[in-house]
């Protein structure tokens, strides 16, 4: 625990994760911050299952197909203005 000014200001602003002893789910960290001069637990925090998050690469194609599509979604619009103005 600090004991002068300087070390508690220090520790503001910081979540400090200790790892459970015996974890009963996924969360395998209890979430610690220095709250008014004490320590105060906040929350727990584990490695959570991530199979139904995108990935980088997944996103990045997902975008970049979507970005073709739009790309030629707009050069119909402009064929088709086009050809509004020749008519």
Known sequence: MPTDENAEKELKNIIFLIEKENPVDENIYDEYMFIDGAFEKIGAL??????????????????????????????????????????
Do not use: A, M, P
């Open 46 to 87: 584990g490695t959570g299952n991530l199979d139904d998050y995108v990935t980088k690469s997944t996103f990045d194609t997902k975008v970049g197909e979507f970005q073709n599509q739009l790309n030629e979604i707009s050069r119909e619009v402009g064929t088709f203005s086009t050809q509004l103005t020749e008519f």
